[in-house]
Every structure is written in C-alpha cells, then in structure tokens.
C-alpha cells in the first residue's frame, strides 16, 4: 500500500529575538510554549516550540530564532504563508484582540471564508481561518478563553514559478485536488488541513520572518518513514536518512521548487523528556548534546522569559 500523508505536523520558520517571538506567539496568539530546546544541528540557537497543551501533532508552530540577521523577502520557491485554525464564532474576538494588541490586519476573504490576515513582528505572514478542530487540547493558562483559542494549522501557502513543479508532488504525497473554483490550487489532506499553490515570479530570499520548512504527518511507526524515504526517492526526490529528532522520526527531502519538506512520525511526542504540565518549563537537549549543556547555555542569547504569561499564570 503506499503511504500518503494524513496532515500538516508541524511547521518551522526563522526568527529574530527569542523573546519578541516567545511574547507574541504565547501572549498575543494564546499558544502554550511546548518546548525549549537547542536546534539539534547548531546548538548556539534556540529552537521554540508552540502549540496546543500537550504540542498535539498538527498544532506544532517552531522557531529558529537568531538564524538569520536581516529579515527575509517572500518570493518563488518559498513557504510564504500559514494559517491557522480558530472556532467557527471567534472572528470579531480576534479582531477585537489583535487590535488591543496593536497589531495591524486585514479582514479578507479567502476561499470564499473571512479570514483575517496580518504578520508577525519578523514579517511571517498569518492567517486566522475559522473552521472546527477536534483534535486539538485546549490550554487552560492561556490569555485566550479555551472557546477562542487557536486549534492548529489550517494551511500553509506554497509559492512557485510553475504550478505543474509541486503539483505532482502534492499528489504522489496522497493529497486531494480541491475542484472549488478559486485563483489559486488547494490540496487537502485527510485530517483537513491543506496546501495552497500560489504562482509568482518573485524572487524571495530567506531570513527572519521566512519558513525553514513544512512537515507533515508520514505514518506512526520509524519503519513508515523509511517507506517515505523510498518513495520520495521514486518521485525523484532525494531523501535524508531517517533521523530521530526525540519527539518524532523524520526525513527530509527538497522538492523541485526548493521548498524542504519534512516527513514525519506521529510520536512519541513532546512528553518523551517532560510530563504534560511541565512542557516549556525546562530547558531540554537530546542526549549527544547533555554533557555541553553549561557551554550551550551560556553561548545562547538573551531570552526574559519572565516576560510571558504562560510562566506568570503556572
């Protein structure tokens, strides 16, 4: 049987200061922090993990923070938008709640649904969209009330020189083509998150505010992912050796535009090194990188986490 890809897992982007990007994402957005950890292949910057209360795949949102000095400029083959979920009567809360936050958006419609639109202070484009989520953990400390609370990604924007470069891809991955009859094509999965095909001929260039790369939900097992490597490998693409990662197995591949994709496992999730009322207090590292903790700590920048509501409200 060939694997196809049940969803979005998680999504990771590139940030400037930690606590600018801490602040916004848990006292803005309303996200627990799930995780605090070192990027595992360059321990001299964090790597922040957001998302529900217990980090459910599909509710992941990850940062690199201090990886690139000079903000980013969307373009051809980047990810150039994320969406995420919020419940179906929660849009004049967040108009009213961005607002009191001082943060600029836009009430547009997408896909014939209103959605709102803005960025996030390194310039990463966001976009709330209202549509159920059940598979989600609400966060009881959270600045937003549980019935308003972002429930995970809803999509992300692809942005290509030529459709026909990813399509192909998208549907070997085992997503449906929407026949909704929009500018752009729409790729949805099974647990109905989705992909969105944008052409440009833009030329973007990364830095702050830009995705590093999207990862979707490959399978339960590492031997799933190892099906994933020899399929992409069929589709032309060139695949990483599995890598476990703790909290999930992954493989990465480039497709044809130059988007990284990541393909990942299902667990065993972030509650591997902390239980579920303790995700976000601890500094975590894998174990290869244990015994340089003092030497990582203090190479690390400047992070006030007292500044977040999240360890105001524990």
């Given at each position: 049987m060939n694997p196809e890809v049940k969803g979005l897992h998680h999504f990771t982007a590139i940030a400037g200061d930690p606590t600018e990007n801490?602040?916004?994402?848990?006292?803005?957005?309303?996200?627990?922090?799930?995780?605090?950890?070192?990027?595992?292949d360059a321990p001299d910057m964090y790597h922040l993990f957001y998302g529900d209360k217990k980090g459910t795949p599909g509710s992941s949102i990850t940062f690199f923070p201090g990886m690139a000095e000079r903000r980013g400029k969307p373009g051809a083959g980047m990810i150039t938008e994320l969406g995420l979920r919020i419940p179906e009567n929660s849009l004049e809360y967040w108009k009213k709640r961005l607002e009191d936050e001082g943060v600029e958006f836009e009430a547009e419609e997408w896909r014939g649904?209103?959605?709102?639109?803005?960025?996030?202070?390194?310039?990463?484009?966001?976009?709330?969209?209202?549509?159920?989520?059940?598979?989600?953990?609400?966060?009881?400390?959270?600045?937003?009330?549980?019935?308003?609370?972002?429930?995970?990604?809803?999509?992300?924007?692809?942005?290509?020189?030529?459709?026909?470069?990813?399509?192909?891809?998208?549907?070997?991955?085992g997503l449906e083509k929407s026949d909704e009859d929009f500018d752009n094509l729409y790729f949805e999965?099974?647990?109905?998150?989705?992909?969105?095909?944008?052409?440009?001929?833009?030329?973007?260039?990364?830095g702050r505010g830009s995705v590093h790369h999207v990862a979707f939900k490959a399978g339960e097992t590492d031997e799933?992912?190892?099906?994933?490597?020899?399929?992409?490998?069929?589709?032309?693409?060139?695949?990483?050796?599995?890598?476990?990662?703790?909290?999930?197995?992954?493989?990465?591949?480039?497709?044809?535009?130059?988007?990284?994709?990541?393909?990942?496992?299902?667990?065993?999730?972030?509650?591997?090194?902390?239980?579920?009322?303790?995700?976000?207090?601890?500094?975590?590292?894998?174990?290869?990188?244990?015994?340089?903790r003092e030497e990582i700590l203090e190479n690390l920048p400047e992070f006030r986490e007292d500044e977040l509501d999240e360890r105001k409200n524990t």
């Open positions: 801490a602040s916004f994402y848990v006292n803005t957005l309303g996200l627990r922090m799930v995780k605090k950890t070192v990027n595992h649904r209103d959605t709102l639109r803005f960025s996030d202070p390194d310039g990463l484009l966001l976009r709330l969209v209202t549509e159920e989520n059940n598979d989600y953990a609400p966060w009881g400390s959270s600045k937003v009330p549980e019935e308003h609370q972002v429930s995970g990604m809803h999509h992300v924007a692809l942005s290509v020189q030529r459709e026909e470069s990813i399509t192909p891809v998208l549907e070997r991955m999965a099974e647990d109905g998150s989705g992909v969105e095909v944008r052409e440009t001929s833009e030329r973007g260039r990364m799933e992912i190892e099906n994933w490597r020899d399929k992409l490998q069929k589709i032309g693409m060139r695949s990483s050796p599995a890598i476990s990662r703790k909290y999930f197995t992954s493989t990465y591949a480039r497709t044809p535009p130059g988007i990284l994709f990541e393909f990942s496992s299902m667990g065993p999730g972030y509650t591997a090194d902390e239980l579920v009322e303790e995700l976000g207090t601890n500094f975590v590292l894998p174990e290869n990188l244990e015994d340089r």
